[in-house]
């Protein structure tokens, strides 16, 4: 499996993004989001799990980001709205077996993306 993530770039405060993360080899149903700024752990953003029927947010971005998926391309979406100067960091996509649990660690994730890096200035 191999991810290719997109989409970041730099924009202001309360500007919004969409990132992209286009799968290939044999399918996985759990796809999530993860991100790391400069001096800490990578954290976990969102997650879907199946052909889009349930989703999973971090607290700190509930109600402004929003994850989907189309399945017939085998890309998932990271729509991005409200952003914040703390929301600056490398995001990266991951995959793992539909029934993993535990999901918010890095660790439990099996195939990952190179990253995109995203900055919102102030």
């Known amino acids: 499996v191999q991810l290719q993530a997109s989409g970041g770039g730099l924009v202001q405060a309360g500007d919004s993004l969409r990132l992209s993360c286009a799968a290939s080899?044999?399918?996985?149903?759990?796809t999530g989001w993860f991100r790391q700024a400069p001096g800490k752990e990578r954290e976990f953003v969102a997650a879907?799990?199946?052909?889009?029927?349930?989703?999973y947010y971090a607290d700190s971005v509930k109600g402004r980001f929003t994850i989907s998926r189309d399945n017939a391309k085998n890309t998932v979406y990271l729509e991005m709205n409200s952003l914040k100067p703390e929301d600056t960091a490398v995001y990266y996509c991951?995959?793992?077996?539909?029934?993993?649990?535990?999901?918010?660690?890095?660790?439990?994730?099996?195939?990952w993306g190179q990253g995109t890096q995203v900055t919102v200035s102030s």
């Open positions: 991951a995959a793992a077996p539909y029934y993993r649990s535990n999901f918010y660690a890095p660790e439990k994730w099996d195939y």
């Open positions: 879907i799990r199946g052909i889009g029927v349930t989703t």
């Open positions: 080899g044999p399918g996985r149903t759990f």
